[in-house]
Nanobody
Framework: QVQLVESGGGLVQAGDSLRLSCAAS????????MGWFLQAPGKEREFVAA????????YYPDSVKGRFTISRDNAKNTLYLQMNSLKPEDTAVYYC????????????????WGQGTQVTVSS
């Protein structure tokens, strides 16, 4: 298992940008596919972005494509989510997660999760 700690959330206005970070413990970070998910109050967890272990493959849902960018620095054991042109509907708790799969968008494929970081976008 890998331990994950998110940071970088906050309160911003619509149209602003934020960069989330996820620090991972352990020496095998590059062997994990990584993902970002969000969960709004009263709703199920939703897929936001995924990246393969080496970083060559990424996936996004249409709702964030062109606005959000997932990246990773395996030398620093850190995952990032750059969020631009934020909208009020992006308001949620954002979680990073690690998977033993090559790359995946399914929450059930992720075995390690961080505690989440709150992102609030005001209109």
């Amino acid at each position: 298992q890998v331990q994950l700690v998110e940071s970088g959330g906050g309160l911003v206005q619509a149209g602003d940008s934020l960069r989330l970070s996820c620090a991972a413990s352990g020496r095998t970070f590059s062997s994990y596919a990584m993902g970002w998910f969000l969960q709004a109050p009263g709703k199920e967890r939703e897929f936001v972005a995924a990246i393969s272990g080496i970083g060559g493959i990424t996936y996004y849902p249409d709702s964030v494509k062109g606005r959000f960018t997932i990246s990773r620095d395996n030398a620093k054991n850190t995952l990032y989510l750059q969020m631009n042109s934020l909208k009020p509907e992006d308001t949620a708790v954002y979680y990073c997660a690690a998977s033993n799969r090559y790359v995946t968008v399914a929450p059930n494929d992720y075995g390690s999760w961080g505690q989440g970081t709150q992102v609030t976008v005001s209109s």
